[in-house]
Each structure stands twice: as structure tokens, then as C-alpha cells.
């Protein structure tokens, strides 16, 4: 198939035009990006330009661009996207309705969430990684030197990515109280995102007198899911995120690998970036046991860490989240934790029995190989063009 692949530097985006390749497909990139998501009339009339001189089977893009999808209905060409990341907030634009939409979802929470909203046109497909660069890169005994350690985390601390710091302070002490309170519960439930759901009506009311939580123009987006999506949950990753950090930190060996800021940590080894296509494979890799923290965003199911991670052929150790246990089997391909006493103990059995942490980290990257390279997992999605001859 001619496909119109749109990047905008997502991570995800070497690996999956590598894979279409792969598959045997034709990629035409256009010459540029969009400046904004919703709209952008230079942007607009490239890929006009494109779609008028070649003939797409279809356009493709990682996570949903109303942009992408206006120009695709209006020159009615099928739109595929995969959304990657939660909160994908575009996904709550008017234009997911188009026809010429095909959103594919890693999610089943937010699947069940939006499929109304375009019958036909919305699909339930996990993650996956690249796995032909994975099995390409082969630590060196430097390499072993540089990243061996006990315990790694790969990620945002989510400082850099919460701005209920700054709306805090304009907040009655009352409101502070009530969302101090569910931050710190919702820290406590693994499996399950009560954030959105126990704002009251009234309290909602004061927040939109003080602050401005009101959707965009062209959005069928409730005030109180744009507050949870963009205020409670970053802030409750961020939460999380710290606390659990430092409560490893104080027991075992931790190297962190992150850009954000790391004040509040204690006895962790701060190790900076790790770039996606070289350093972090090494440092899944190497590590004897990877974390894998869930952003609150992500309802139920398994982020892109997950996959990397076992497509590394690393040993995974990650928080419960509901979808896991089908996509994966539980205590034979990873393992799960589901409270902070769990993950430290966890972490503890697991570093005195390398055979079985070896083992376990085999079955992951075998698992990976059978069915969550980008190749099967794009290859899935493109047999939906042909089941509905589109």
C-alpha cells in the first residue's frame, strides 16, 4: 500500500515506519508538521498537495490530529492512527466522528469510552515495540559497565508535566484538603481511577469561578474529565512517582533515568537521559530489575514501557493494571505489584533469585516475539482495511 505517514516526533514513530517497511508498504513523509494540533492552514494545504499528486491507500499518524482527520474527510481518505499515550485530549474533538476516521486504541477503558462516538470506526489494539532494533543492539562489556545495576527506572517524575503546583496556591484551603486527600487515596488503589469520578457538583462550581477549566471550542469534553486529565492525574503521577522512588531508594540500589527535576529525591543514582533509540534498550537491557510505574492518565491499560522493556529482553516489575493479566501471563512473563509494601518485597525476592528472574524475563521476550512486535501489531490493524474493503 502508498501511505501518507505524518510524523510529529512521537518515540514511537522510527519504529513503526520501520515495521510498515518492513510489511512492504510505501511511506511518503511529508515536508513538515503542524504547528497545531486542531488547526493549521499550511499544514493543511501540504498534505493536500501530497494527496492530490499520489495515490494513498491511506494516511497514517501516532495518536489522534483533528488536523490530519479534517483533510482526510474532506478529500475522503481513509485516516489510521494509533493512539500511544493517555490523555490523547484530541481525541475528544468533533472530528473523531468523521467517516474516514480508523482509531485504533491501546486502551480498553478509553475503547469503551469513545467506540459510541464513532461506531465502525474505533478499535481496541495493545502496544508494541520494535523489536528488529531491540535484537540489534548488544551491550558491550563497556556498555555492562556503564548501565549494569540493580534496580532501573526509565521515565518522567512528572514535575515538568503537573501544573496543579501553580493553581494550588489559588485554591480555599478546603478544596486543598479534598484534593490532597484523594491524591494521596488514589496512590493507595491500583487497578482503578476514582480521580474524575468523586468531584462533587458544588466544588466543581467554586473551581470554575477560580479557575479556567473550560474545553476548547470544537471539544465534547466535561469540565470534570478535563480537570482530572490535566491537573489531578499528572499531579498524582508525580505524587507516586517520588514516594515510591524514594521508598527504593532507601532499601535497595536505584538508577534513575529521567530529565525532570530530582530535588526531591534521596539515594538514587540520578543518571540523566537515556535516549530512546540507543541508551534506554541498553539500560532495560543491563538492569536486573526494570520498573514500570503506570502515569495515572493510562486507565487500564499496558504503556509502551511495558513492551520496551520485554522486547529488550529485560525482567519487567510493573504496578497492576487491569488489562495485564490478559495480554501477558502473570509470574511467568512479569511480574505485577499492587501496593508499595509488595513492589519492596518483590524487588527483594527477585534480586536473590536471578534463575527465575532470568527465566521470567525470557518468557517476556519470547511472548513479545509471538504476537507485540510492531509488525504483527500493524499488521492486525491493516487487516481491518481489507475485512471492511475500505
Not at 496543579?164 to 496556591?169: E, F, G, S
Not at 511495558?306 to 501477558?328: A, K, R
Request: proline share 5%.
Amino acid at each position: 500500500m502508498n501511505i501518507l505517514f505524518c510524523k510529529h516526533n512521537s518515540i514511537c514513530e522510527p519504529g513503526i515506519i520501520r515495521a510498515l517497511e518492513l510489511l512492504g508498504h510505501k511511506l511518503i513523509l511529508p515536508s513538515c508538521s503542524f504547528s497545531h494540533p486542531d488547526t493549521d492552514d499550511a499544514y493543511d494545504a501540504v498534505l493536500c498537495e501530497e494527496i492530490r499528486k499520489n495515490s494513498f491507500d491511506l494516511v497514517f499518524s501516532v495518536n489522534f490530529i483533528p488536523v490530519i482527520a479534517t483533510v482526510c474527510y474532506r478529500l475522503q481518505v481513509p485516516y489510521f492512527c494509533w493512539i500511544v499515550d493517555s490523555p490523547v485530549i484530541q481525541l475528544y474533538s468533533h472530528t473523531l466522528q468523521y467517516d474516514s476516521n480508523y482509531v485504533f486504541l491501546f486502551d480498553y477503558t478509553l475503547y469503551t469510552e469513545f467506540c459510541r462516538k464513532n461506531p465502525g470506526h474505533i478499535f481496541y489494539l495493545p502496544l508494541g515495540c520494535d523489536l528488529p532494533h531491540y535484537d540489534s543492539i548488544i551491550p558491550t562489556p563497556q556498555d555492562h559497565a556503564n548501565y549494569d545495576c540493580d534496580v532501573s527506572f526509565v521515565g518522567s517524575l512528572y514535575t515538568e508535566k503537573s501544573p496543579y503546583h501553580a493553581i494550588r496556591t489559588q485554591l480555599p484551603s478546603y478544596i486543598q484538603g479534598y484534593f490532597d486527600g484523594i491524591l494521596h487515596a488514589q496512590q493507595l488503589v491500583y487497578g482503578y481511577n476514582f480521580l474524575c469520578d468523586i468531584i462533587p457538583p458544588d466544588l466543581m462550581d467554586t473551581l470554575d469561578q477560580l479557575i479556567d477549566v473550560s474545553p476548547s471550542p470544537g471539544y465534547d469534553l466535561d469540565k470534570r474529565t478535563l480537570l482530572g486529565n490535566l491537573l489531578l492525574n499528572p499531579m498524582c503521577t508525580e505524587m507516586e512517582r517520588i514516594h515510591l522512588l524514594n521508598s527504593i531508594g532507601e532499601h535497595f540500589s536505584l538508577d534513575l533515568y529521567t530529565q525532570s527535576d530530582t530535588s526531591p529525591l534521596k539515594n538514587i543514582r540520578l543518571r540523566g537521559i537515556a535516549s530512546s533509540l540507543d541508551g534506554m534498550p541498553k539500560v532495560f537491557k543491563c538492569s536486573k530489575i526494570n520498573l514500570n510505574l503506570t502515569a495515572k492518565g493510562i486507565q487500564s491499560g499496558a504503556s509502551l514501557r511495558i513492551f520496551d522493556v520485554l522486547g529488550c529482553g529485560g525482567f519487567l516489575l510493573s504496578n497492576y493494571q487491569s488489562e495485564l493479566p490478559q495480554l501477558f501471563e502473570v509470574g511467568r512473563e512479569l511480574v505485577l505489584f499492587d501496593s508499595e509494601a509488595d513492589l519492596l518485597d518483590k524487588i527483594s525476592y527477585y534480586l536473590h533469585h536471578e534463575d527465575e528472574r532470568r527465566e521470567i524475563a525470557t518468557n517476556g521476550y519470547q511472548r513479545i516475539r509471538q504476537e507485540y512486535s510492531y509488525q504483527a501489531r500493524l499488521a492486525l490493524m491493516l487487516d481491518v482495511r481489507h475485512s471492511l474493503s475500505i
